[in-house]
């Protein structure tokens, strides 16, 4: 799949991506690449496949869900060095909310 160097900007832009000048034709191909085979394998018929989770016949050992004591609000914020109205305080990222 033929891609454009702004649509590899747009992209790394979005993925918060630092790319080099001088690396941006080179991940441009390698993306092609990915696509390209991307397009190869949704060409594969799949329609009288299984799905599985593994290839090789491996059995998840599961554990019963049981209810267990848990930590209590206080003891979870015992160490926190922000506890905002038993909750952990986190920095704002975003303009607009509040503290």
Known sequence: MALSEEQ???????ARLRLETGDIAQ???DLGR?????TQLNAVDT??????????G???????????????AEAALKN??????????????MDGGDS
Do not use: C, Q, W
């Open 8 to 14: 590899v900007k747009h992209v790394a832009r979005l």
């Open 80 to 93: 926190a060095p922000d506890p905002r109205d038993n909750m952990f305080g986190v920095p704002r990222i």
């Open 58 to 72: 491996l059995a998840m050992p599961l554990r019963e869900d049981r209810v267990k004591p848990s930590l209590t």
């Open 34 to 38: 990915v696509l390209d085979y991307m």
């Open 47 to 56: 329609e009288n496949v299984e799905p599985t989770m593994h290839v090789i």
């Open 27 to 29: 991940v441009t191909r």
